[in-house]
């Protein structure tokens, strides 16, 4: 099992507040992601970091921002929360084995409500 | 552009039967493929992985074809089970920016197993 924690695990908050997305791994995996996700809909890749003081934007074009200061921690910050914020955060991480071997392993998410 | 896309948004068998989800791709570089099961309210799980230099990967009740011809990837479930319910996901590693490796999500396919 992989032991990757987000929290919290729900949040309802209201417009222009921040607010910070906590994830946080102890399998020592270099690499980390964030992903978008609404309702039974795909993934949406907002953030990736590839190891400590690494990070980089993915394909979604997306008002937050991410830090990577130590191995195990990878936060997401939003500075002013909208409603159009609302939606499943994930993070992931993985374990470089190769181009042709990257499993991610995913946190149960943390579904955001702005009012 | 880069797309994963799944033939059939929902798809409901009998508990038995065997189950086969579908997933289209449009870059004919990629060169890995993974499948993921997401169960309501969680993260997404791995299931299996298969790359491009092989057609065909089995585990455990699971089998993943690809045909790189019509650039197109299944998972089939044998002996379906209530607990197979959720909704599938299949991922493509491509090329981002900088030469970056990033995975491209399909939308999901729910599966429902009726008892």
């Known amino acids: 099992e992989a032991d990757i924690y987000q929290t919290p695990r729900y949040l309802v908050i209201g417009t222009g507040k921040k607010i910070t997305l906590e994830c946080s791994q102890t399998?020592?995996?270099?690499?980390m992601y964030w992903y978008q996700q609404d309702p039974g809909m795909e993934l949406h890749l907002i953030h990736y970091?590839?190891?400590?003081?690494?990070?980089e934007k993915g394909d979604l074009s997306s008002e937050s921002t991410v830090s990577r200061i130590r191995t195990e921690h990878f936060p997401l910050t939003l500075e002013s929360a909208r409603p159009s914020h609302t939606s499943q955060y994930l993070c992931a991480s993985s374990e470089w084995a190769g181009p042709l071997n990257e499993k991610l392993f995913f946190g149960s998410g943390t579904q955001l409500s702005v009012l | 552009g880069e797309s994963v896309g799944l033939h059939l948004p929902t798809l409901s068998v009998q508990e038995g039967d065997n189950s086969i989800i579908n997933c289209a791709y449009s870059?004919?570089?990629?060169?890995?493929f993974i499948w993921y099961k997401q169960e309501s309210g969680k993260g997404p799980q791995f299931i299996i992985d298969i790359r491009s230099n092989m057609d065909k990967r089995q585990g455990q009740r699971v089998t993943v074809l690809l045909n790189k011809t019509v650039k197109h990837l299944s998972l089939q479930i044998a002996a379906t089970q209530p607990g197979d319910s959720a909704v599938y996901f299949c991922?493509?590693?491509?090329?981002?920016?900088?030469?970056?490796?990033?995975?491209?999500f399909g939308k999901g396919t729910k599966l429902t197993v009726n008892p």
């Open positions: 970091s590839y190891g400590v003081n690494s990070t």
């Open positions: 991922a493509e590693k491509v090329e981002g920016q900088g030469g970056s490796e990033k995975l491209v």
């Open positions: 399998m020592g995996h270099d690499k």
């Open positions: 870059n004919s570089a990629s060169d890995y």
